[in-house]
């Protein structure tokens, strides 16, 4: 069995291989403010230059404020 993972809010999901490597694409989360910094495997080149979502697992931000519609 896979592991599993709860968020404080939100219901359990299974864990991926790829998980936390930015490649399955499961925490893709919408961008409101601010500029990500990808370091995802996932994202093609124009998603990432919109800025518009953002993998949070492995990506961060290239400014002091990000915010993120969770």
Do not use: F, K, Q
């Not at 953002?54 to 290239?62: E, F, P, Q």
Request: net charge negative.
């Amino acid at each position: 069995m896979s592991p599993s993972w709860r968020s404080s809010s939100g219901p359990e999901y299974e864990s991926s291989p790829h998980r936390e490597e930015g490649a399955c694409g499961t925490c893709e989360n919408p961008v409101l403010e601010g500029v990500p910094d990808h370091r995802d495997r996932l994202l093609t080149d124009e998603e990432e230059a919109s800025g518009d979502v953002m993998l949070i697992c492995v990506s961060g931000a290239l400014a002091d404020r990000l915010v993120l519609e969770l």
